[in-house]
């Protein structure tokens, strides 16, 4: 990494590792002195007048990386102090002059990016793999906090562990309603909740273009996940001058768990550029580094399945993907996550035997037994507060999946709630009989 120092974790088995510390220099930033210099410009003309301690707070970066960037450009007259307590320059009120509010229009409209500074591609390549989803821990006992709702065969069961401990890639296949997409989902509450920590950084820098990484509606923050912003000025004060405290330019998440489904395009796998503000926001499957990007309904997106497997069949082998910029230089990025392919079409009509090797773990999931099937329907029946009635599962065999229709565990959430409606639309306790299960199956189960 650009930076040596490291904030000093616990062992990787434990599922800790170190997290990166705030730099001293702007060689350690990782930064140009041009580069801060314009951020400083645009950030006092978008938000106006600014003390040395919230310039240092806006960008992310300790006063003492920032320090000579500002001396630099109140010598060239583009910034001055415009007041404050003289006592120190952290707290000096720094303004624009006419000359800095013409370069700062020069900067927006070379790149109107504002906000924390970039992290150096390198430095978010190294963290990435520092904190990779292969060889986190899970134990049986574990992973069955996060599959409370769903009643599994152990064998499925079974199978699921070791998929996640590879950290490769999953297939998950079967008949619809018998919850591959709750067991995906489920494996994604796991390593969310039970996979630890990581980091990621607001933005990097690569071939000279800014990329933003995080994103608040898809990655979740950690409770401890850094800056205080609500520290009091003294507070404040002391931790942008000492060091050794966690860069601020990266925030701590929970390992991340996007889900993505028809809407799914090749687009999507590309950086976006912005035109107008030129820079560019990291495409949604690199947004899971660290975590699960789970494919749901695969085979059933407006792209081809071929073509998709074709964008990832070198990723899912080499574990490091390509991005390239709008001058059409491409730069190499980690494709360090658990990869969740879900269907309900048959394998064989979408993926080849090139691309099955490829992946790591299949899991099919297959229609319920009837024991299983009568702990689904007995667990949401009290979910949703009804009696226990065994004569209404002997009704559904006896009508509909003895006489050939395949049950599915989502039959007994899917039933059971049109029973809850029938009940409460005759201003009935909700509650449950065989004559009920009877009105609810007639209305739900089409029979042509």
């Known amino acids: 990494m650009t930076r040596s120092k490291t904030v000093p974790g616990l062992d990787w088995e434990a599922g800790m590792f170190e997290a990166p510390t705030a730099p001293d220099s702007l060689k350690e930033a990782g930064l140009s002195h041009g580069l801060v210099c314009d951020m400083l410009l645009k950030s006092l003309y978008l938000r106006g007048n600014m003390l040395g301690r919230d310039l240092a707070q806006f960008l992310c970066l300790p006063f003492k990386v920032i320090r000579d960037p500002l001396k630099f ?32 229009h020069d900067a927006m409209r070379a790149c109107s990016y504002v906000g924390p500074a970039p992290v150096p591609i390198e430095d978010y390549v190294e963290q990435c793999y520092r904190q990779a989803v292969t060889g986190i821990g899970c134990t049986p006992e574990t992973l069955r906090a996060s599959f409370p709702h769903l009643v599994l065969r152990d064998e499925l069961f079974n199978s699921i562990g070791p998929a996640i401990i590879s950290g490769k890639s999953v297939f998950i296949y079967g008949p619809p309603g018998n919850g591959k997409t709750a067991i995906a989902r489920s494996i994604g509450d796991f390593m969310n909740n039970a996979g630890g920590s990581i980091y990621i950084p607001y933005a990097f820098i690569a071939e000279g273009s800014i990329i933003t990484v995080y994103d608040a509606s898809l990655h979740h923050l950690d409770d401890d996940h850094g800056l205080d912003w609500h520290e009091d000025a003294d507070a404040s004060v002391r931790r942008l001058l000492s060091g050794g405290n966690l860069d601020a330019r990266w925030v701590k998440i929970r390992r991340p768990v996007i889900v993505t ?9 590309d950086l976006r550029y912005n035109s107008d503000a030129n820079f560019y926001q990291a495409p949604i499957h690199f947004k899971a580094n660290g975590g699960v990007f789970l494919i749901d309904d695969f085979g059933r997106q407006l792209v081809s399945p071929k073509e998709l497997l074709n964008r990832w069949i070198l990723p899912l082998e080499d574990r490091h993907d390509f991005l390239t910029v709008a001058n059409g230089k491409k730069f190499q990025v980690p494709f360090e996550q658990l990869i969740i392919f879900s269907t309900n079409l048959d394998p064989r009509d979408l993926v080849d035997d090139a691309f099955l090797r490829r992946i790591r773990h299949k899991v099919q999931v297959f229609a319920p037994q009837r024991d299983v099937y009568e702990k689904i329907f007995s667990n949401y029946a009290r979910k949703l507060g009804m009696n226990p009635c065994p004569e209404a599962v002997d009704y559904l065999y006896k009508r509909y999946y003895d006489a050939g229709r395949n049950p599915r565990a989502s039959d007994c959430r899917d039933l059971l709630e049109i029973v809850q409606s029938i009940c409460r639309y005759r201003r009935q306790p909700v509650h449950l009989t065989r004559e009920l299960m009877a009105e609810a199956a007639a209305t739900f189960i089409a029979e042509f």
Do not use: C, H, P
Request: overall charge negative; hydrophobic content about 35%; proline content about 0%.
């Open 73 to 104: 450009l109140k010598d060239q007259k583009s910034i001055e102090i415009a007041g404050g307590d003289l006592v120190g320059e952290v707290s000096y009120q720094y303004a624009l002059t006419d000359l800095g509010r013409q370069r700062a």
């Open 261 to 269: 489904g028809g809407e799914l395009t090749l687009d999507m796998l």
